[in-house]
Each structure stands twice: as C-alpha cells, then as structure tokens.
C-alpha cells in the first residue's frame, strides 16, 4: 500500500452523490428504484430514531441498571460480574462492577452534543467508578471497553476547540486520565512473566494473574492494545504501556506462519504455539489487522503500516475466495473464508458477524470495490435475518451459531462506506438495521440480545457496546452535519468505537530524548503533505459513485448465494 491510500482514508476523498441524477438512470431495475433515493425528510427522520433508540437504551440503563455494568431489558433490572461463577467468562471477562455502560456511553453523549448528560456521567464515572474490585477481566475487553472510552472522554473535554459544544465539566481535573493511568497499570501483571511478551488474557484487577490462569490468548486479544495503550503512554509520557502494546504485537507477528505468512486465532504465550489453527477476518482475529493499519494512522508508525500491507496481501491470496473484482466478470461474488494458518487450506464453511468490521478496515485502507462486496455480501444475510446470526454457514446458507448479541460491525461498515462514497444505498441499510433492531430487539427496558436470529426470540442482555458503536455510528450515519462528520480526517475510532483525535502530539514519543530531526514547521508540513497528495485518491468507480455500488446482477447473485430469493 502507498502513503497515497492514506491519503484517501484521512480525507475520505468524499465524492458527492446527485440525487438529481436519479432520473437520467432510467427506472426499469428494481435495485436502483429502491436504493437510488433518499430524501432529505427521510434522513431527518432516521436521526430522530437513532437519537430515541440510543437514550431509550441510556435511560434506562440509568434508571434501572446503574451503577452496575449492564441493563438486563427485560427484567428492567442491572447485572454486575458473576461472582459464584467465576468460570462464567461470557459475563466475567466484560463486567468489572464498574458501571461499564455508564463508562462507554461517555463519548457517544459528547457526539450527540448532550453537554449537560455528558457532563453529569463523567461526574458519576469520577465519584462512582473504582477499579479496585478483585474482579477477574479479560484484558483486551477491559481495554477497548474502559480505558478507550476513558481517554476518549479525557481528551473531548481537554480540547481547546469544544467542536461538540462545552462539555468540559467545571474544575475537570484530569480524573479521567488518572482513572486511566490506575485502570492500564492494574493490567499491566499480564505483561510479566510471559516468555513470548504476549500478555496473559486475563488479569485480577486487584491482585494480578492468578497462578492457575491459562497460557493462551486469542490473537485479537493480545493484538488489539496499540491506540489505548499508545495513547496513554504520550498522554503520561511513560513508555511503559505503548512498549507492552507493541512488545505484544511484536511477539504475535513473530509466530506467524511462515509458510502461508498468516496468523492462528489461539496462541500459547509461553511457547509461542499456535493452539487455534484458524485464520480468518472474524472473532479472535478481527481487531488485530483493524489496528495495524489504525496504528499506524494515529501513531505514524511506518513498521504497522509493512504489516498491515504484508497482512493484507496474504489474506487476499488465502481467504478471498470468488470471482477476481466485484463488479466485473464471471464467478461467485467474492468472499473471504477461514483457512488453516499452516496450510492455507479452507477451515470451516462459517463466517462470523464479527467479519463484517472488515469491510470498514478495507475503506480506511481505500480498498474501495473490495470493501463494497465484503460489505453487501453481510447485507444480504441481515436482509435474510433481520440481523447477523453470529456464525453463518454459506454452504448450508443457514446458521451455525445463531444470536445476535447487537453487534455494530454492519453499521459500522456501512458509515464508513457512506462516508467515502455518499451513495444512497447505503443510508437504505441504514434504515433497514435500525428498523430491523426497532422491530425485534426492543424490550420492555432497553434492548435485547436475539437468542435465535430464525425465531427472534430475546435474551435479557444489553452489551455496553449497543450504546458506544452500534447507536453511534447509526447516529453517525444520519447526522451529516454532526462534527465527527465534517472533520472526519482529524478523528479515529477505536475498536470500541469511540473516539480519538488524529493530533500531531501522537506522532512524537515524548519519552524518547533523541528527536526525529525534523523541527516543528517540517512535521507539520509532513503532516499536511499526506492530507493533499491525493493523485491516488479515486478508488470509488464513477459507476459506484452515481448508480448501485455493487451492480444489480452481482447483488441479484449475493441473494442468491444467502438464499434470499
Ligand atoms: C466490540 O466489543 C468491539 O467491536 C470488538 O472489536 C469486537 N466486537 C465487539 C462488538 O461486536
């Protein structure tokens, strides 16, 4: 990949989509009649209802949940870690007992412009939230989940600009960076003693790793550090967690095959064996290439940019399976499958709902035709569902695993590609994943994990990630004014969704005595330079721009392949 791509995704190169032009397309396919269009009144409207979806969730969560870390919606009741069931991980790995929704909400009530909200929350993080609990977390979750919306929050209510309106609370002292700071040393035992430097997964948030704690980690858990931890470290000029970030990446990478060049999704961190010998782009993966790439966005660091680009090249020569380009010729619409790491051979016959992220990582990476059919194919199945189901078996077409915990990774793919592209179509998903979460998932208090896409049928949960990605970016995706929106350039999400400025301060270790040799003029101009070179800047066809993104045939053919039609 050349610095030029960046260059896309920092300016997202927006091309303008002309409604006006709809009639010149002719009116005889069914696709473009139904996607080509829509209006302004309907987008207003659409914001409206991700606003009320977003504060129907938030509310409640307050009034009947808080200060315990989930809502259950439909006992209207909250839930904390399970502590009689410490081998409960699907609960313990997440809830810490402190007020986790309440602490991802924070940057999402910032972009909604709620100062008074937002400046109340942070009041309850700083006066409520300890991470002294002796709950048992799983480290990348409590990273993503809680020091990423905390520094978020910290650095929205330190900019001097306030482009969100005053959410500075009076006599803010930094409360929320040291939380941070007590939180990430907290974790810091599951650096120590690994022979490998990738961490432990899970760390007792009071006294450390327990001796019996396993010794694998998933690849995505140990690889997904960088941005919070990175963050921290500029923050409070120490190099100490932005190293163990990078040291665990480091240890990931050396393991890699290195016959196919791909990684496994399970690794044991003393032995540097791979346990899980699954390559693909979902759970246990997924985050780890999102934040190569995102890492070296933020941080400029050219070593994750080598290898995100290596990454990405043998994933395409091993999982991408279908016909070469998605809007020309013949074959089976592209898709990328689970291989066998030492072999490059395929695994399974299931994808997992966290894959469809992926789509949002090749828009960044101005992999724009390769984005769109990564994208449409997981529209498909939401159409047949009215939701992902968590795995899905493309050669049976019908699930393997079969909830839907309201997981953003669609929506989220699908901001990014309306971002870069401004077609229409895609405000249409939109719509239809709101609608389908309004329709189905929407309990007494709050909203509900579906237990069987097939039936609907809820379970009583509500993950804090609803309120941080999946209500944000919908928000995101309707509010074309919104500040994120207009400086898109300047703002990075993390895994979690929330917030991070691209600044010039995370492009230099403060640490570090020796300097890069350039004086401040020439880094800013560096920094300038990669935002206006845009010569590579067209990767979206003027075809894509004007009419469907993936030509009617093709899409007509992705029903098919899910069985829709
Ligand atoms: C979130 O916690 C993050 O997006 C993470 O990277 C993986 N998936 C969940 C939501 O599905």
Redesign the pocket.
């Known amino acids: 990949m050349r610095q030029e791509q960046l260059v896309c995704l920092i300016i997202l190169c927006f091309p303008l989509y002309d409604s006006r032009l709809h009639w010149l397309r002719g009116d005889d396919d069914p696709y473009l009649n139904k996607y080509g269009h829509f209006s302004e009144r309907e987008r207003l409207e659409m914001l409206e209802e991700a606003k009320k979806m977003f504060y129907f969730g938030y509310e409640n969560y307050m009034k009947y949940a808080f200060p315990l870390d989930e809502l259950d919606p439909i006992h209207c009741t909250g839930r904390g870690p399970d502590r009689e069931n410490p081998s409960n991980i699907n609960i313990n790995d997440v809830l810490g007992g402190y007020s986790l929704t309440l602490v991802e909400a924070l940057d999402t009530l910032a972009v909604m412009g709620n100062a008074s909200e937002f400046q109340k929350a942070v009041q309850l993080v700083i006066d409520n939230v300890s991470f002294d609990t002796g709950s048992v977390v799983q480290v990348f979750?409590a990273t993503?989940?809680v020091l990423g919306s905390l520094l978020s929050a910290h650095l929205i209510i330190t900019d001097p600009q306030q482009p969100f309106g005053d959410m500075a609370p009076p006599d803010y002292d930094d409360e929320l960076l040291e939380m941070a700071h007590d939180l990430a040393t907290r974790l810091l035992p599951a650096f120590e003693n690994t022979a490998t430097g990738i961490p432990f997964p899970r760390v007792n948030l009071s006294t450390g790793v327990h001796p019996e704690c396993i010794n694998h980690t998933c690849t995505?858990g140990a690889g997904?550090l960088l941005l919070e931890f990175g963050v921290l470290s500029r923050l409070l000029a120490d190099p100490v967690y932005d190293f163990y970030a990078h040291q665990a990446v480091a240890g990931l990478w050396k393991y890699r095959s290195n016959v196919t060049g791909l990684l496994g999704n399970v690794i044991n961190i003393q032995t540097g064996e791979w346990v899980g010998k699954l390559s693909g782009l979902g759970a246990g993966l997924?985050?780890f290439y999102?934040y190569l790439f995102k890492a070296y966005i933020l941080f400029g660091d050219e070593r994750y940019l080598q290898m995100f680009n290596e990454s990405y090249e043998t994933i395409k020569f091993h999982m991408r399976k279908g016909r070469e380009r998605c809007n020309f010729g013949e074959g089976n619409s592209p898709i990328y499958v689970n291989v066998n790491m030492m072999t490059g051979e395929i695994f399974n016959t299931w994808i997992d709902?966290?894959q469809a992220?992926w789509s949002g990582v090749q828009v960044l990476a101005g992999d724009m035709e390769e984005a769109i059919c990564s994208h449409a194919f997981y529209y498909s199945i939401w159409r047949k569902y009215d939701a992902l189901p968590e795995r899905y078996n493309w050669q049976l077409k019908a699930p393997d695993v079969s909830f839907y915990?309201l997981?953003?990774?669609l929506v989220e793919s699908t901001y990014f590609l309306y971002r870069a592209t401004r077609n229409p179509f895609y405000l249409h998903v939109g719509r239809e994943i709101l609608t389908s979460l309004s329709t189905h998932t929407k309990a007494k208090c709050g909203y509900g994990t579906v237990h069987d896409v097939e039936t609907k049928e809820l379970e009583d949960r509500m993950?804090s990630?609803f309120l941080s990605?999946t209500c944000k970016y919908l928000y995101l995706l309707f509010d074309k004014d919104n500040h994120v929106n207009t400086a898109l350039s300047r703002y990075l999400f993390t895994?979690?969704?929330h917030i991070l400025p691209i600044d010039r301060r995370w492009r230099s270790k403060p640490w570090e005595e020796e300097e890069d040799g350039l004086d401040e003029e020439e880094k800013a101009a560096s920094v300038i330079d990669v935002r206006h070179n845009n010569s590579n800047c067209d990767p979206v066809s003027t075809e894509s721009r004007y009419f469907l993104p993936v030509r009617s045939s093709y899409f007509a053919q992705m029903e098919r392949a899910v069985g829709l039609n």
């Open positions: 979750e993503i989940r995505a997904t997924d985050s999102e709902a966290l992220a915990p997981r953003p990774e993950e990630f990605e895994t979690e969704g």
